[in-house]
């Protein structure tokens, strides 16, 4: 499995109602969009801030949150598919 990470020039700014991906630097001219996340997507966020695996993700949700390895795994792989999408992820490989 390898390594996925936050693309440079993304920033998870977390409000008291919703948390927001935004551009940074040189990354604003080139990327014209905010992205919304709810609380588990920014938790998976924060976690590839640094860089991780899906397996990596879905270990964290379960000491996070009281679920499955199962179900945490199938959280992480939509999270980190729709990331990709979006244009925030360095790598797509799950």
């Not at 390898?2 to 080139?30: Q, S, T, Y």
């Not at 679920?67 to 360095?90: N, V």
């Amino acid at each position: 499995m390898d390594m996925i990470k936050v693309r440079e020039g993304f920033v998870l700014r977390k409000l008291p109602d919703m948390n927001l991906v935004l551009p940074k630097g040189a990354m604003v001219k080139d990327y014209h969009n905010a992205v919304v996340l709810n609380d588990t997507a920014a938790f998976l966020f924060a976690q590839l801030e640094t860089g991780s695996t899906a397996e990596g993700c879905a270990k964290a949700l379960t000491e996070e949150y009281d679920i499955s390895y199962e179900r945490a795994y199938a959280a992480a792989e939509r999270t980190i598919a729709d990331l990709q999408e979006a244009g925030l992820l360095e790598s797509g490989d799950l």
